[in-house]
């Protein structure tokens, strides 16, 4: 009985935060912030953002000298040399041999430093790369968010006409009722009527849709609706040269945008690498030292005759030594130099690709100026429309109730005033969104994501 009290309670928290979290209001930071958080595929390039920083650290370590120690045990059968004697005679005994090696580079053509330079920009290269992608799903985020605000405005245009035309039937109902109608304007009416309820259920199924796809951007769980916190659509009232501004517009997105400085990053990086390859040319110079020592269990004592102690031998035995070694490349199948064309041509390949990611976004930049020169246009002109469109229903309406025009003239004057309204309502959310991204490539703060990584 206990455990079945706890289920039914557990379903009602269940049920009471799915009904909690659905009432909530978002905003589009909140959309944005709650995306960023909880987004899988950031994951993997913060993965390699971790991989590429632990690459980084270990090139500087790299620098330390590197340290040795080994052991061995080895047990000797027939002819060999006598540890003691150094005479080679059938003989069996046990050997144990110890060392420490320590070696550190002197030189190495500066290719430990140029590595060190290397992998860090690369590790740049991906703390820029990542914050790329947290852009572009912000992007995402906010398209979602103001195609649920579009469809929420079309289901509002298309409420208006449902109640218009629920009205007109309500009144040629009573008008036909008293014998100012024929039957036949009835059925007119109804017909208008239930298209506008199937309209109407329409945008509400294209709600729920554009909900769904938000709420898979930003992978919130537990629920299937979202209500969002409708933000004001306001345009520029001061008219601005877009098409002067679009050149200092581009000056002020390559500074900061990051797939720009993550490409620049790796073109810097792949030079680096040249001079890495390049050091492969140059002599090596190192320094190493060591100890050593070893044990035989055949050690005798020539005044006692007994096998001398263990770490009297170890102390006897031991060995130090140190010295320099310099490595001069002469030919490896002119595998050095084939590495250093290699690497040149990935150097110019970097470069291009720096060069075409700055065009690309030279020329979308282009084409947000160009479309927002002309939603700003349109926008002017579809408002103009709909507030025409607004009076002329007016007019038809009330000559529509002195029977002056039939109800098909009053449909076609209602069906032109919604598809008016639809055309400006779509045309202010597309010059938001482009106003929005074009303040965005301004370097103005649209999103508050932070650049520090």
């Given at each position: 009985?206990?455990?079945?009290?706890?289920?039914?309670?557990?379903?009602?928290?269940i049920?009471?935060?799915?009904?909690?979290?659905?009432?909530?209001?978002?905003?589009?930071?909140?959309?944005?912030?709650?995306?960023?958080e909880?987004?899988?595929?950031?994951?993997?390039?913060?993965?390699n953002?971790?991989?590429?920083?632990?690459?980084?650290?270990?090139?500087?370590?790299?620098?330390?000298?590197?340290?040795?120690a080994?052991?061995?045990?080895?047990?000797?059968?027939?002819?060999?040399?006598?540890?003691?004697?150094?005479?080679?005679?059938?003989?069996?005994?046990v050997?144990?041999a110890?060392q420490?090696?320590?070696?550190?580079?002197?030189f190495?053509?500066?290719?430990?430093?140029?590595?060190?330079?290397?992998?860090?920009?690369l590790?740049?290269?991906?703390?820029?790369?990542?914050?790329?992608?947290?852009?572009?799903?912000?992007?995402?985020?906010?398209?979602?968010?103001?195609?649920?605000?579009?469809?929420?405005?079309?289901?509002?245009?298309s409420?208006?006409?449902?109640?218009?035309?629920?009205n007109?039937?309500?009144?040629?109902?009573?008008?036909?009722?008293i014998?100012q109608k024929?039957?036949?304007?009835?059925?007119?009416?109804?017909?208008?009527l239930?298209?506008?309820?199937?309209?109407?259920?329409?945008?509400?199924?294209?709600?729920?849709?554009a909900?769904?796809?938000?709420?898979?951007?930003m992978?919130?769980?537990?629920?299937?609706?979202?209500?969002?916190?409708?933000s004001?659509?306001e345009?520029?009232e001061?008219e601005v040269?877009?098409?002067?501004?679009?050149?200092?517009?581009?000056?002020?997105?390559?500074?900061?945008?990051?797939?720009?400085?993550?490409?620049?990053?790796r073109?810097?990086?792949?030079?680096?690498?040249?001079?890495?390859?390049?050091?492969n040319?140059?002599?090596?110079?190192?320094l190493?030292?060591?100890y050593?020592?070893?044990?035989?269990?055949?050690?005798?004592?020539?005044?006692?005759?007994?096998?001398?102690?263990?770490?009297?031998?170890?102390?006897?035995?031991?060995?130090?030594?140190?010295?320099?070694?310099?490595?001069?490349?002469?030919s490896?199948?002119?595998?050095?130099?084939?590495?250093?064309?290699?690497?040149?041509?990935?150097?110019m390949?970097?470069?291009?690709?720096?060069?075409?990611?700055?065009?690309?976004?030279?020329?979308?930049?282009?084409?947000?100026?160009?479309?927002?020169?002309?939603?700003?246009t349109?926008?002017?002109?579809?408002?103009?429309?709909?507030?025409?469109?607004?009076l002329?229903?007016?007019?038809?309406?009330?000559?529509?109730?002195?029977?002056?025009?039939?109800?098909?003239?009053?449909?076609?004057s209602?069906?032109?005033?919604?598809?008016?309204?639809?055309?400006?309502?779509?045309?202010?959310?597309r010059?938001?969104?482009?106003?929005?991204?074009?303040?965005?490539?301004?370097?103005?703060?649209?999103?508050?994501?932070?650049?520090?990584?």
């Open positions: 009985m206990i455990n079945y009290r706890n289920k039914i309670l557990y379903f009602l928290l049920l009471i935060s799915n009904t909690m979290y659905s009432q909530e209001l978002w905003s589009l930071d909140d959309c944005v912030k709650y995306a960023i909880h987004n899988l595929q950031l994951n993997d390039f913060k993965y953002q971790d991989a590429n920083k632990e690459t980084y650290r270990q090139s500087i370590r790299n620098l330390l000298p590197s340290i040795n080994s052991a061995d045990y080895i047990k000797n059968f027939g002819r060999s040399p006598n540890p003691n004697t150094n005479i080679f005679e059938n003989n069996e005994f050997s144990n110890y420490l090696n320590a070696q550190i580079d002197l190495r053509g500066f290719q430990k430093v140029n590595t060190i330079k290397a992998t860090k920009l590790y740049s290269a991906t703390n820029e790369e990542t914050l790329q992608q947290k852009y572009l799903l912000a992007f995402r985020v906010m398209s979602a968010f103001y195609d649920i605000q579009f469809m929420e405005g079309l289901l509002t245009i409420k208006e006409q449902e109640k218009v035309s629920q007109n039937y309500d009144l040629v109902k009573k008008q036909v009722e014998g024929a039957k036949a304007d009835v059925y007119e009416a109804e017909s208008a239930l298209a506008d309820q199937l309209l109407v259920t329409q945008n509400e199924n294209n709600i729920i849709a909900k769904l796809s938000l709420i898979q951007e992978n919130l769980k537990g629920t299937t609706d979202i209500s969002i916190l409708s004001t659509i345009t520029n001061n040269d877009l098409q002067k501004d679009k050149d200092s517009i581009f000056a002020k997105a390559e500074s900061f945008i990051p797939i720009i400085k993550a490409q620049e990053l073109a810097k990086a792949a030079k680096r690498q040249l001079a890495v390859e390049r050091g040319l140059y002599p090596s110079l190192s190493f030292a060591g050593g020592s070893r044990y035989v269990d055949n050690g005798i004592n020539d005044d006692t005759g007994e096998v001398i102690p263990f770490n009297t031998q170890i102390k006897d035995n031991a060995a130090q030594f140190f010295g320099v070694s310099i490595t001069i490349p002469i490896n199948g002119w595998s050095n130099r084939s590495r250093v064309k290699q690497q040149k041509v990935a150097v390949r970097a470069e291009n690709t720096f060069e075409i990611q700055k065009q690309e976004l030279y020329q979308l930049i282009q084409q947000l100026v160009q479309e927002g020169t002309a939603l700003e349109e926008y002017q002109q579809s408002s103009q429309r709909m507030k025409a469109q607004i002329a229903f007016d007019i038809a309406q009330k000559r529509y109730e002195k029977g002056l025009i039939s109800a098909i003239e009053l449909n076609q209602k069906n032109v005033l919604a598809n008016s309204q639809n055309e400006n309502l779509q045309v202010q959310l010059l938001k969104v482009n106003e929005s991204t074009l303040d965005f490539y301004k370097g103005l703060p649209v999103f508050n994501i932070n650049r520090t990584q």
